[in-house]
Each structure stands twice: as C-alpha cells, then as structure tokens.
C-alpha cells in the first residue's frame, strides 16, 4: 500500500516561488514518482519526474524553472518551482508507478497511486 501526501501549495505573485512536497509511504523502493497538474479546463500533465535509480526528467513547459528531488531519510519528494507563470496555476499531484519512469512515462493510466493535490495560483 502507497500513500502519498502533498503539501507545500499556495498564492504567489508572477515571478516568485514556491517548493511542493509530497511525503510517501511505500515498503518498495522501486518507484517511479512524477508530479503532475491540471489546470481548470484542461487536461492533466506531468510536469516532473523521479525514477526509482535517482535519474529525473521535467517536461519542456517547466524545464529550467522546475526541479525534483528528493530526501531519502525523509522519504519525500520535492518540486522547487521557480519563475513562476499565470499558466503554472493549478492543482498538483503526486503519483506513483510501480513500473519505471521510462515505461510510466507521463501517462496519468500507469500510476497506481495519488495524493489528493495542493493548489497552487500565481497571480
């Protein structure tokens, strides 16, 4: 059994920052990790992931104003979102796979386990 927990969310001005952090619970090392968001209206995307062998990947619409990592004693994943844009406003998610980032991928149907989101609005 998963449980992933998201913390972290809030109001912040165009330009500013803020870190997401999702707590998770899991006897199995062996996960891939990705945040994703959904925006009202529109669908929801991946935005940055953790592979269980430390590699990490972020998609082109946050690649160089988001960054992933992780506490091992913590056992928690964090996003460190910078240069914040209207458009990064929306609820983010963790989600976990059991199968590997490469296979996972970005698709929401791989990933077995969710948190319940945090919101995040930049004005």
């Known amino acids: 059994h998963v449980q992933l927990v998201e913390s972290g969310g809030g109001a912040v001005q165009a330009g500013g920052s803020l870190r997401l952090s999702c707590a998770a619970s899991?006897?199995?090392?062996?996960?891939?990790i990705v945040w994703f968001r959904q925006a009202p209206g529109k669908e929801r995307e991946g935005v940055a992931a953790?592979?269980?062998?430390?590699?990490?990947y972020t998609s082109d619409s946050v690649k160089g104003r988001f960054a992933i990592s992780k506490d091992n004693a913590k056992n928690t994943l964090y996003l460190q979102m910078n240069s914040l844009k209207p458009e990064d406003s929306g609820t983010y998610y963790c989600?976990?796979?059991?199968?590997?980032?490469?296979?996972?991928?970005?698709?929401?149907?791989?990933?077995?386990?969710w948190g319940q989101g945090t919101q995040v609005t930049v004005s």
């Open positions: 989600a976990a796979a059991r199968s590997g980032c490469s296979v996972a991928g970005w698709t929401e149907g791989k990933f077995e386990y």
């Open positions: 899991y006897s199995d090392r062996y996960y891939c």
């Open positions: 953790f592979d269980s062998d430390g590699t990490t």
